[in-house]
């Protein structure tokens, strides 16, 4: 990059700074939510929302939990202004809901403002008006006084039109690009603003430092808060109330930040919408404070339903691994996370556990409305036995000894590699079949007889070559007598035969599954399934198939006749 030296940092660190929220470990409260998405996040949709949308979406968050919503700029345009007529003329603002309303500091428009403001029972006014030194320099052309003689005149009409109108009129205000102000300037006119409206405990004024754009790192944004709230004159009645945006990506490390630092309050959206790379996301912060075991006061329990409304109604989409709330966030590709999350949630049902600790998962998906199934793992040339026999145990009920989910791992890998794409649980599964379970090539099981006799004598009847054979062999169980009814009379030559069956409770019917492996003369280990209605016909059935096996892993062995 060859211009770096055309950019300067454009923001200036408080006069002073205490460093007190840097000894805070966590955010242990939340902060009072104000939802922007009906104003910030609308005037930077590319068709801001209609009427009707506005109304599904004003619904949406007040389901949520939101009690402060900021509705809209009335002064901006007649959708604007109908939305918030409608809003209360057919009462539809429930009586726990504060809606807020923002206005320029401009004489008409706070005219405009309070007249839509008509027969509202209550509602926050947000006054702004920008400070930065950029914004005097080049928006307004005036020097500080004046930038303070327009936040304190509209603070007076503010005032003065809250009396004559009826309702109950809180008051905000913003030094709009506040990170771009000297700090010591925004509160000089904080101070002179404060002034003008007076708060008192029964009726406190919300002091919002935005920053509009972002301009410094994290911790710089937080001590410019700290000061603020730090030196504000009558820091008891006022609302210190931060608006985080994301131009350097830290939307929610700003937010956070800033909440140690002292504020009381954030104003974000949903997701994150809001101008140019959005305002801070209220889901993340939310659901972060969550994940610390603090609640948070807003109901994000059935999250992609409340995504499928917001990308409908802003026409946005929510990215793949947008916290929480993206399509693949809960997901594990890779073979050791999926050992890991497999594991750990096998260790939570062993017994019940306190807390959420499972690796790699921050919360339980489930909490949010998102499922195990298909969420959590899934499977490409990157994973791993684990989180396939995983898949492979929820869905169909395999629990495959450890060595062999090895094998069927390599296999499931390869597919994946060869077919470059991923898999689902259904295919995992009919490659398993394909692979390992009552494998009739070369040799099939057909009946087995059990003989009078000490000793387990067996007959069993098979198919290999064309031909119909009867074998005979005895041992110290049905299955040993099998064995070696096969070992002795078709020249197999295996040894460390090892067995594991269990019910298939999943599926219709009940089945018996087992799983044998068996070492050839190699030392090599071969794995095979049986599935049958009968236990002792499972357990063969996974022995011709293990056996079938390595006779395809072993080309020169020929079966005698
Ligand atoms: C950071 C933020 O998100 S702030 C919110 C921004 N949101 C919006 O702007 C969406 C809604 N806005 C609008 O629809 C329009 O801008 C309106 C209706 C409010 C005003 O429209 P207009 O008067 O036609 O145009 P515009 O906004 O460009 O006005 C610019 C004038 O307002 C002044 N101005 C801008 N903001 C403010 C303010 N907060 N207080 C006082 N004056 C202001 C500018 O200096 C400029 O003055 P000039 O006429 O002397 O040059
Ligand atoms: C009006 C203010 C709070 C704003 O939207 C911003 O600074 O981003």
Known sequence: MKNANKYTRQYSMPPESSWNWVKKEYVDKAPIWCSVDLRDGNQALVVPMNLEEKLEYFQLLVDIGFKEIEVGFPAASDTEFVFLRTLIERDLIPDDVTIQVLTQSRDHIIRRTFESLMGAKRAIVHLYNSTSIAQREQVFRKPKSEIVEIAVSGAQLCKQLALETPGNFMFQYSPESFTGTEVDFALEVC???????????????????????????????????EYMSNHLRDRHPVIVSVHPHNDRGTGVADAELAMLAGADRVEGTLFGNGERTGNVDIVTLALNLYSHGVEPGLDFENLPDIQSVVERLTK?????????????????????????????????????????????????????????????????????????????EQKYGFDLPPRMREDLGYAVKGVSDRLQKELSVDEIADIFTEEFVNLAEPIAFSELKADEGAGHPTTVTIHTHGQTRTIKGSGNGRLDAVSNALQASLGLQYTNLTYKEHALEVGSGSRAVAYISIDDAEGRTHWGCGIDTDIMNASIKALFSAINRMVVATPTFVVQH
């Open 316 to 392: 946005m989409q929510v990215g793949k691994r947008h916290p929480y709330a993206g399509e693949l966030v809960f997901t594990a590709f890779s073979g050791s996370h999926q050992d890991a999350i497999a594991k750990g949630m096998k260790w939570r049902e062993e017994e019940e556990r306190e807390h959420w600790t499972v690796p790699y998962l921050p919360i339980d998906p489930k909490d949010i409305g998102r499922e195990y199934e298909g969420d959590i793992i899934r499977i490409n040339s990157q994973s791993g036995k684990g989180g396939i026999g995983y898949l492979l």
């Open 191 to 225: 101070h002179a603003v404060l002034d003008v409206w007076k708060p008192t405990a029964e009726r406190p004024v919300i002091i919002n430092l935005p920053s509009t754009v972002q301009l410094s790192l994290p911790h710089v944004y937080a001590s410019q808060i």
